[in-house]
């Protein structure tokens, strides 16, 4: 298994060049391809027998409108208005002055016009190109499945304005996630009317403006059109959809993150083991357990005896004789323990040697460690629960009303243009809300593995802050650990779902909302902390790594060259020639030497090896205070580039 830099990637199954068209039905679309177009730039098709649907249905509209037809969005106002219909002529033509800036075409027309720059009244920092992409991918492809009443040539307008990267100014905040996301949808739509703002090419314009420059013209909309337009889930789905995406490649970035921590550990690999998650066996669980046990594959710290693992002691001059060791930073020890402490425990130095050094004797490793697969895998439960849910909105129709033209049998209007309520957005918002609980527990097992390892008092006789500190002037990796606590508080009080706290709107009309696309937009903009707490564990598992295998292979060269006489040299506590237990010390040190001595090279495992070549590629071994940012900035520069994404 590879790890590499891969941008914000796909996912696994389906990888797309920025030339790839993606061809459009309104029923296929996938998580992939909105990726692909939305930061890979891919540009869309529509598929043509499917336009054929979406022409009836606008024919269809056009006809029960010449029949004189009452039709919700259409001939009435919409939401409170729903109940005010559009006369023949404009009663306030009548009115003194009224024919100044009169609007053009008909009051149908108007309605769908106004529904549009009424709309518009997003605030906020515009969404990253991204989402604006993705909503419009998103919008095309449902209104391709035919019930939205939209004609073939608006709808190819929106592909046409997509395709040649015009891409409005969408600010953020404004939708309540019910009768859709209509505020951020307009400033979507309103471009399309030559209206609003837009970016092409990086710059900011007028929407007009954009149009002109990418050689495109502005439209007037036609029955429903603009409800069609504005009437929707695109949003949430957008935003919910490309964090879906990115937590993807942090779920495996965690799991690299935590085998590289366990290594560093010299952990125990017993609950990881495939026949005990059979016993439990949660999807997720029993994923990540297999996957970390394939990241760790090939190691040699994990379950070596305790008595082989050497605590860090300060370096001295005296502390190495062979020229390569005393270029090391640190030196090494044990305890012995004498025979007459050793009453009860009689069983256990029948299988280790009575040697203390850095590993503490317990058969079992904290929570942290030992239950990754429960607590990683809960959270890839959370994310693939939203796939599922995100998978279906993908190819779903979210607009009111509906429009069935080929029911033959219906009587009345009514039974052809159903008003229901598929805009609502609590499928997606408790979705997110789901996952959004998720992100600042993986956050919070990751920093709790992080400060283990600068811990003295839990980490397994490494340094303290993983610095060798001589001269009592080194902080080390200190302050990386508070970082990584402000982040995980920051990520908990975020965490609050939207989702149960609705605000009515349009008068009471619509009376119970999802705020979905807060929350999806939440979870979103959670990523990039999540990720900065998971490159920070990486960044300080890389040193604790190091420190560990140079310290196991240290003692390894130390038994090889100068037996047992050099290794007990490192160990306290020892008899001296003339006392009655002297013996028996140097048989179980000639032991310790020649099971380091025939350990063979001490080393992680051969994916966490890659992932450490990778980080060490761009940052170094940290082997005195220096300045860290741009350390930090690097790590967290390769998690948002996907750098400890699995490669397939």
Known sequence: MDFRLRGNDATDAEHFSVSKTILLDGSSLTRAQLVAVARQGASVALDQAQLARVQRAADF?????????????????????????????????????????????????????????????????????????????????????????????????????????????????????????????????????????????????????????????????????????????????????????????????????????????????????PEVHALRPHPGQVDVAARVRERLAGSTLLDIPYHLVPRFKSWTAEAWSEPDDQALSFDIGWDWVPANQRHGREAFYSRFLPFKGGKKHQPQDAYSLRCMPQVHGAVRDAWAQACRVFDIELNAVTDNPLIFPDSDDAQFIEEQVISAGHFHGMPLALAMSYVKAAIPVLASISERRL????????????????????????????????????????????????????????????????????????????????????????????????????????????????????????????????????????????????????????HAGVSVREAHAVLRGQIGFMHRDRAMDGDIRAVCALVRDGAFRAGH
């Not at 036609?222 to 337009?229: P, V």
């Not at 995980?488 to 149960?500: C, E, G, W, Y």
């Open 61 to 273: 509209l056009a006809e029960k409108v010449s029949c004189g037809e009452p039709t919700y969005g259409v001939t009435t106002g919409f939401g409170s208005n729903a109940d005010k219909l559009l006369g023949a002529h404009r009663v306030r033509d009548e009115l003194p002055a009224s024919h100044a800036g009169a609007p053009e075409g008909t009051l149908m027309e108007e309605l769908q016009h106004n529904l549009i720059i009424t709309h518009a009244v997003c605030v906020g920092k515009p969404f990253g190109e991204d989402v604006v992409r993705a909503m419009l991918l998103i919008r095309i492809n449902t209104l391709m499945r035919g019930h939205s009443g939209i004609r073939v040539s608006t709808l190819e307008a929106l592909t046409a304005m997509l395709n040649a990267g015009v891409v409005p100014v969408v600010p953020e905040k404004g939708s309540v996630g019910a009768s859709g996301d209509l505020a951020p949808l307009s400033h979507l739509a309103i471009v399309l009317l030559g209206g609003g703002e837009a970016f092409h090419r990086g710059e900011r314009m007028s929407g007009g403006e954009a149009l002109k420059r990418a050689g495109l013209q502005p439209i007037r909309l036609s029955f429903k059109e603009g409800l069609a337009l504005n009437n929707g889930t695109a949003q949430m789905l957008a935003t919910g959809a490309l964090a879906l995406d990115t937590l993807e490649a942090l779920l495996d970035t965690a799991d690299v993150a935590a085998a590289m921590t366990l290594d560093a550990f010299a952990g125990r690999s017993g609950a990881l083991r």
């Open 451 to 602: 400060n283990k390892l600068v811990d003295p008092a839990t980490n397994d006789g490494l340094p303290a802050f993983l610095t060798g500190n001589e001269d009592g002037t080194d902080s080390g990796f200190m302050i990386v650990q508070y970082t990584a606590a402000a982040l995980v508080n920051d990520l908990a009080t975020r965490a609050h779902p939207a989702s149960v706290y609705s605000v009515p709107t349009s008068a009471n009309a619509e009376d119970h909302v999802s705020m979905g696309a807060n929350e999806a937009r939440h979870v979103l903009e959670m990523m990039e902390d999540l990720g900065h707490v998971l490159a920070l564990e990486l960044y300080t598992a890389a040193q604790a790594l190091d420190y560990r295998q140079e310290m196991l292979n240290a003692a390894r060269r130390l038994a090889t060259r100068g037996g047992w006489q050099a290794l007990a040299a490192k160990i306290a506590n020892a008899p001296r020639e003339d006392q009655p237990h002297h013996p028996q010390f140097v048989a179980e040190v000639q032991q310790l030497a020649a099971a380091l001595a025939g350990a063979g090279d001490f």
